[in-house]
């Protein structure tokens, strides 16, 4: 199965900055990953997908790259705002999802 | 089209007492998978139910858990004998196929507390 983990637990970031968020995982032979975005007392919320055959997916504000050669993904999200104060976590999928840890990121004011 | 639906959303036990937690999943999905979290954790996959089939229990303990998605009615997750470590937030999600070509969505949690 997969195991993916992520580089930070905690990023503080200030308002109408970039946030970039990482994660790192085990098996070559994955092929699909998602983000997730999870607010206090709330399930995982989907932000972004990328499949392995490509590297770099954009959607709105939130940049997903991809590199297989070192087995890291990263998450970018332009302009943070409030609104994104979250736990962020990568999963590789299979037929399952397999999730890191978490990074916990709080935009400051 | 509602979202996948869990209840309840807080569940206090007793040591000794059986939880039972359900999960309804979005129309026209056949694929239910359960998650737990500790606090301050990532997700810990439990097991991945179609209708009436368990595909992958290899996340379940051995004891005490079970699931089932039947014909008809939401999935259930059932703990027997709760014991307070396995309070714990519990995540349903459902796809239309596996993870890997589709989706999942999640619903909201229940809360289990083991007092």
């Known amino acids: 199965g997969e195991s993916v983990g992520l580089h930070l637990p905690t990023l503080s970031v200030q308002e109408g900055d970039n946030s970039i968020i990482n994660c790192a995982y085990s098996n070559s032979a994955s092929d699909y990953f998602i983000w997730y975005k999870q607010e206090s007392g709330k399930g995982p919320q989907f932000i972004i997908d990328?499949?392995?055959?490509?590297d770099k997916r954009q959607g709105q504000r939130v940049t997903v790259l991809l590199n297989k050669t070192v087995k890291h993904l990263s998450l970018q999200i332009a302009a943070t705002q409030p609104g994104d104060s979250a736990v962020y976590f990568c999963a590789g999928a299979d037929y399952k999802l397999s999730f890191g840890a978490g990074t916990t990121v709080t935009v400051r004011a | 089209n509602a979202g996948v639906m869990q209840n309840p959303r807080h569940l206090v036990r007793r040591r000794g007492q059986e939880a039972r937690l359900r999960c309804s999943p979005m129309k026209g999905h056949s694929h239910v998978y359960w998650y737990r979290q500790l606090p301050e954790e990532g997700l810990k996959f439990m097991v991945y139910?179609?209708?009436?089939?368990?595909?992958?229990e290899s996340g379940m303990p051995k004891e005490r858990f079970s699931a089932e998605f039947p014909k008809e009615g939401p999935s259930i997750l059932r703990i027997q004998q709760v014991v307070r470590g396995d309070s714990a937030a519990y995540f349903c999600a459902s796809s239309l196929g596996g993870t890997v070509n589709t989706e999942a969505f999640f619903g909201q949690g229940t809360r289990l507390t083991v007092v």
């Open positions: 990328i499949r392995s055959n490509m």
């Open positions: 139910l179609q209708k009436e089939n368990i595909i992958d």
